[in-house]
C-alpha cells in the first residue's frame, strides 16, 4: 500500500517540536502536545454525545427494563405505584405462559431458515452476478429492490400473493389455502417474504466483498488447477472473512429483530408467536402488563447477549493476531 | 363479486382491521397502510377533523379526542360537533386519532395531556380507567341528565366507587344477523332453540351456503360466540362473574361452553384466523353465507340500498331454563379526563352527549347505532334501528362484551390466543380451561 512518495511518519509527529511559544506544555520530557485547546473541546464532545446518547437511549431504556421485569406495573401512576414481585413474572412466563414455547421455536426457526436458505442464497446470488454475466445489472436490482422495503410493507404485498379468497397463488393453482390465518402454513409463508427480503441484503454484503478480494488470488488459484468451485472455497470464501463475520451478525440480528412482518400478518398470534411480538402485545394496549413484558423483553436481550459475546469473542481474537 | 375493483380498494381490505368495530372504510388506503406501517401518531395527527391549529387548549375552547376515525363514524362526529357548538355556544376543536392506535396508546394518552373530553367504551373498561384516577367525576352532570337513561345504562356509566363516569350516546346489540332476501327465497325461519339453529345449518349446508359466517383473524370477533354461548347456557350472573375473574375457568360451566362451541363448529365459516369480520360479512352480503354472530355494525357493510335487507334473531336458547334473555349491546359514549383545561366547557359538551339531540344526530348519520338516550326522537330509524331498539329494550340484562367486560390485559393476553387455538384445535378442551385458569389467577391477583 505504502508508495515511495508519501512520507513514512505522519506530519505532526515529524515536526519538530516548537521549545516555546503557544505550546507551553512542553517541558523538560519534550512532550508534544498536538491538541490545542479548540481541538480538545471538539474531542471531548465527540466523545461525550454519542455516550449520552447510548448510555439515554439505550443502556438506561434496557436497565429500566430488566429492573420493571420483577416487578408488577399496569404503567399507569408513579414508580412508586410499582410493586416488586421477585422472578414471579419470570415463573409465569416459563410456566403459565402458552405462547412463549412456540414463539422460542419460532424465533429458532427463523434463525436457521435465515442460516441455511437465505444467507446461501444471497451468496449465490452474489457469486453469480460478480461474474458479470448479461444483464447482471437488471439481477442485482430486482434482487436488491425487495431490501428496500420494510418489513411491513412486504407483509402487504405478500398478502396480494398469499390472501386465501383473493390471491394470486391460490388463484393460479386453483387451491384454497388460508396462508396466513392457518398455523401450518403461516410461519413458512412469512419465512417466505422475509428471505425474499433478506436474500438481496446478503447479496449486496458478499456482492462488496467478493469486489475487494484480490483478482490475482483467483488467478494463482486456477494456475494451480483449481476449478470455480474450489476456488471460492478455498480461496475466496476464507478471504473474505470479515464480511462473512458481518452476514452472520446480520442475519443473527434480523432474526432476532423479526417482528414487523408478522404483526402485520396477525399480530403474532395463531403460529406466528416470536418474542418480540409478545413482548409488544404484552406491552403496548390499554392496560399493559409492563413486568411481565419486561420480563420477556429481558429473556430476548439475553439470547441476544450470547451472540453479541460468541461475535465479540470473535473479533477480538482476530484483532489479537 | 366480492373481488375488489381496483388495486387500492383491495389494499384497503388488507389493513389490520382491529379497529373494525367502528367499520372501516375502504378509501383510507394510504392512511391505513401506513399507518400499519408503524407511523401512527404522525399520520393520526393528519387525520384530525376539526383542524390541528397547534396553539390548542385555553380561550374557552374545548378540546374533543375522538376515536371515530372511518369514514361514517367520522362523518357523524362532525355533525355532533357542530351541532353541540351551535346549541351550548362552545368552540370544540375535534382532535380524530385512528381508532386502534387510540385504544392501544389510551394509557400514554390519558397520563399526558388528554383532551378535555374522550371518547370511549362503557362497562369494566370505563371503570378500570376512572379507578386508576385517570378521569373525572361527573356524578353532577348526571344529576340533569339521568332521567334521559334506563337503570341499566347508568349502571354500566359508574364506577366501582359509584359515582358516574361516562356519558353513553349509543350501543349497537349483537345478535344473529341475516339477509332476509336469502331467507325469504329459501324459505329459512328464525330458529328459537339450538337444536332449530343446527337443523337449519344443516339445510343451508345442503343448499351450497356457509351456514355460519365466521371469522377471527383480529381475535375478538369469537369472543363474541363465547359470550352469547356462556350466556344461554349460564346465565347473565355467572356471565359478569366470570369476566370478573369471580368463577374459575375450569368450572364445568364453562366447559360445557366449549362443548357445545364445539358442535357448532363444522357449521362455522373454516380458516376463519386469516379472515377480518368484514371479509366475513362479505359472505352474508353477497349470499353465500347464511347468517352470522356480529353486532348491529355489520349494517356499515351492506350498500345503501341493501339496509332494508338486514335482519337478525335473537341467539337461541340453549337452556330453557336459562332463558334467552341477556342481550350482549356495547355501549359507546364519552367521559372528562383528570384535569380538564377548560371544566366549564367540556361539561357543557358532555350535557349535550347527554342530551335527546345528540342521539338523533348519531342515529341518523350513522345507522348502524342506536341513540342509549331514551328521550332521543326515533321517528326517523329505519326498520333495523327500530328492531334492535326494541330488541335491547326487551332483554332483561344486558351484557358489554368479554373485552368490556373484563380486565382488559386479561382479554387480550389471555383469552384471544386462547380462543384461537380452541378454533384450531377444539379437541382438548380440558387443557385449555385450565391454561386459562391459571394465567387468570396470575393476572387478577397482581
Redesign the interface.
Known amino acids: 500500500m505504502s508508495s515511495p512518495d508519501l512520507p513514512l511518519v505522519a506530519p505532526q509527529t515529524a515536526h519538530a517540536a516548537p521549545s516555546a511559544g503557544s505550546h507551553k506544555g512542553t517541558g523538560k520530557k519534550q512532550r508534544v502536545r498536538r491538541l490545542t485547546g479548540r481541538d480538545r473541546v471538539a474531542v471531548i464532545l465527540m466523545v461525550a454525545i454519542p455516550t449520552l446518547v447510548v448510555v439515554g437511549l439505550i443502556w438506561l431504556p434496557a436497565i429500566a427494563s430488566v429492573l420493571l421485569s420483577f416487578t ?1 406495573w ?4 408513579s414508580l412508586a405505584d410499582v ?1 416488586v ?1 421477585g422472578v ?1 413474572n419470570y415463573t ?1 412466563v416459563f410456566t ?4 412463549f414455547k412456540p414463539a422460542v421455536e419460532h424465533n429458532l426457526l427463523w434463525l436457521v431458515v435465515m442460516f441455511v436458505v437465505a444467507t446461501p442464497l444471497g451468496i449465490l446470488f452474489a457469486v453469480l452476478i460478480d461474474k458479470e454475466l448479461k444483464g447482471s445489472r437488471f439481477y442485482q436490482t430486482a434482487l436488491y429492490l425487495p431490501v428496500v422495503l ?1 418489513l ?2 412486504v407483509g ?1 404485498i405478500w ?2 400473493m398469499y ?4 390471491g394470486l397463488i391460490n388463484a393460479v393453482l386453483g387451491t ?1 389455502i ?6 401450518k402454513w ?1 410461519i413458512w409463508a412469512a419465512l417466505f417474504a422475509t428471505c425474499w427480503k433478506q436474500v438481496g441484503y446478503v447479496m449486496l454484503l458478499y456482492l462488496a466483498g467478493l469486489k475487494g478480494v484480490d483478482a490475482s488470488l483467483k488467478e494463482a488459484a486456477q494456475m494451480d488447477g483449481a476449478n470455480q468451485v474450489q476456488t471460492f472455497f478455498r480461496i475466496v470464501f476464507p478471504v473474505m472473512r470479515p464480511i462473512n463475520i458481518i452476514v452472520l451478525v446480520i442475519t443473527v440480528i434480523e432474526s432476532l429483530r423479526a417482528f ?1 412482518l408478522v404483526w ?1 400478518i ?2 403474532g ?2 403460529g406466528l408467536e416470536l418474542i418480540a411480538t409478545l413482548v409488544t ?2 406491552i ?6 409492563i413486568g ?1 413484558g419486561s420480563a420477556l423483553a429481558t429473556i430476548m436481550l439475553v439470547i441476544s447477549l450470547v451472540f453479541i459475546s460468541i461475535y465479540l469473542w470473535v473479533v477480538m481474537r482476530e484483532d489479537e493476531r | 363479486m366480492n373481488r375488489p375493483a381496483t388495486e387500492s380498494e383491495y389494499l384497503a381490505s388488507l389493513v389490520p382491521a382491529s379497529a373494525g368495530r367502528q367499520g372501516f372504510s375502504r378509501r383510507n388506503v394510504l392512511r391505513g397502510s401506513l399507518l400499519a406501517a408503524g407511523i401512527p401518531a404522525l399520520l393520526a395527527a393528519c387525520g384530525g377533523g376539526g383542524g390541528n391549529s397547534g396553539s390548542g387548549g385555553g380561550g374557552g375552547q374545548v378540546t374533543l379526542g375522538s376515536n371515530f376515525s372511518d369514514e361514517v363514524p367520522l362523518k357523524t362526529m362532525k355533525a355532533m360537533v357542530e351541532d353541540a357548538q351551535k346549541k351550548q355556544g362552545i368552540s370544540i376543536k375535534l382532535n380524530t386519532v385512528d381508532h386502534t392506535t387510540f385504544q392501544n396508546n389510551i394509557n400514554n394518552y390519558l397520563q399526558g395531556s388528554p383532551d378535555d373530553v374522550f371518547s370511549w367504551f362503557a362497562g369494566y373498561r370505563m371503570q378500570f380507567f376512572a379507578a386508576q384516577g385517570l378521569a373525572s367525576d361527573i356524578s353532577d352532570i348526571w344529576g340533569s341528565i339521568g332521567a334521559n337513561y334506563t337503570d341499566a345504562f347508568k349502571k354500566a356509566s359508574t364506577g366501582e366507587d359509584g359515582k358516574q363516569y361516562f356519558v353513553p350516546t349509543t350501543y349497537g346489540p349483537w345478535a344473529v344477523f341475516y339477509r332476509k332476501s336469502l331467507w325469504q327465497e329459501k324459505g329459512y325461519q328464525a330458529p328459537k332453540t339450538l337444536d332449530e339453529m343446527k337443523t337449519l345449518a344443516t339445510q343451508m349446508q345442503k343448499d351450497g351456503l356457509v351456514p355460519l359466517a365466521f371469522a377471527d383473524k383480529e381475535g375478538w370477533p369469537a369472543m363474541g360466540t363465547f359470550d352469547q354461548l356462556n350466556m344461554r347456557i349460564n346465565g347473565y350472573q355467572f356471565h359478569v362473574d366470570l369476566m370478573a375473574g369471580k368463577e374459575a375457568w375450569t368450572d364445568q360451566k364453562v366447559k360445557t361452553v366449549f362443548d357445545t362451541w364445539k358442535g357448532l363448529l363444522p357449521f362455522h365459516q373454516t380458516d376463519s384466523l386469516g379472515r377480518t369480520w368484514q371479509e366475513a360479512a362479505t359472505g352474508v352480503v353477497n349470499k353465500t353465507s347464511g347468517m352470522m354472530v356480529i353486532g348491529s355494525f355489520i349494517g356499515q357493510q351492506f350498500e345503501e340500498a341493501d339496509q332494508e335487507d338486514i335482519d337478525f334473531f335473537n341467539f337461541p336458547e340453549v337452556d330453557s331454563a336459562v332463558g334467552a334473555d341477556a342481550v350482549e349491546a356495547p355501549i359507546d359514549g364519552f367521559m372528562m379526563s383528570k384535569r380538564p383545561r377548560n371544566e366549564d366547557g367540556a361539561k357543557k359538551l358532555l350535557e349535550y352527549f347527554g342530551s335527546p339531540d345528540d342521539g338523533v344526530v348519531q342515529t341518523t348519520n350513522d345507522p348502524s347505532g342506536i341513540a342509549a338516550n331514551t328521550k332521543s326522537d326515533q321517528s326517523h330509524y329505519t326498520e333495523l334501528q327500530k328492531k334492535c331498539a326494541e330488541f335491547v329494550a326487551s332483554a332483561k340484562s344486558i351484557s358489554q362484551f368479554m373485552d368490556r367486560d373484563t380486565r382488559p390485559d386479561f382479554a387480550s393476553t389471555v383469552m384471544i390466543p386462547s380462543l384461537q387455538s380452541f378454533i384450531q384445535n377444539p379437541n382438548d378442551i380440558d387443557g385449555l380451561c385450565t391454561q386459562i385458569e391459571n394465567q387468570k389467577k396470575s393476572i387478577f391477583t397482581s
Open positions: 408488577n399496569n404503567g399507569v401512576g410493586k414481585i414471579e409465569n403459565n405462559y402458552p405462547p420494510s411491513a410493507l402487504f398478502q396480494l390472501s386465501r379468497d383473493q384454497q388460508d396462508f396466513y390465518g392457518d398455523p403461516n414487523d402485520v396477525n399480530q398470534r395463531n402485545a404484552n403496548v394496549g390499554e392496560a399493559s402488563r411481565f
